[in-house]
């Protein structure tokens, strides 16, 4: 079995498969001061969780933007199996990156365009809701061409929240009406249809600019997709597993056992 994980600025997601079947998904907090021995503790909390042990594990694949964590995750992964964990990244990534500095590519972004392409064909574009909202982009040749990296709704939330002195924190869900009458009401329409309507705007961009066809897919991933994508109007498909999924095809790809 393989442990694909992907360590994001404010989550990791932890997913276990057997062969190309996910058997389980966890999202945990991420922290830049985790140790590889806190590592190890919540990996194997989240695999007793499903009655499995980490004798089990026969791969661990990483994704990481967090360097200081890729470093712990590498060591947890030699220590668990015994031998070098597999780090996702433009070199290991059989996916024609387009940018002018293919290292400075988020190993996540990779993963996406590569899980797009197998799942959904190309050209697709990819919306990561996560800390960002990043727009990856692939090209009708299975190309990564570049993308887009926006605030995401609860960073751009906090900035709000932060800078307004009689702004207090809200829910960040979908509201009924966009116009509110309360502050509360206005602040989460505001939030919310503005974080949509931004996100619609520049799909349509993309979708201008590479002269893509109208049912170009437009997969939306990450920990709020499946609440973006009930108002938004270019959103075609909700995978949360997309990037681990891309994780396990990379690894798979580099002839991992």
Known sequence: ?????????????????????LLHHWRLTSSPRQTGDEISVLLHYVLSS???????????????VVPALTTEYRRVGERLLGRPTFILDHTTV?????????????????ANALAVIHDYG???VVVDLGTATTFDVVTAGKEYAGGVIAPGLATAANALFLRGARLAPVEIRRPERI?????EEAMQAGIYYGSVGGMDALVRGIFREMDFPAKTPVVATGGLAG????????????????TVNGIRLAWEAAGRP
């Open 1 to 21: 079995m393989l442990l694909a994980i992907d360590v994001g600025n404010s989550e990791t997601a932890v997913a276990l498969f057997e062969g190309e079947r």
């Open 50 to 64: 499903v009655g499995r042990r980490e004798a089990e594990i026969t791969g661990m694949a990483v994704s990481s």
């Open 94 to 110: 059989l996916v024609p990156i387009l940018y002018h500095d293919p290292a400075s590519v988020g190993a996540d972004r990779l």
């Open 122 to 124: 190309a050209p697709a």
């Open 179 to 183: 116009m509110g009458r309360t502050t």
């Open 227 to 242: 609440l973006v994508a009930e108002a938004s109007e270019t959103i075609t498909r909700v995978d949360p597993a997309l």
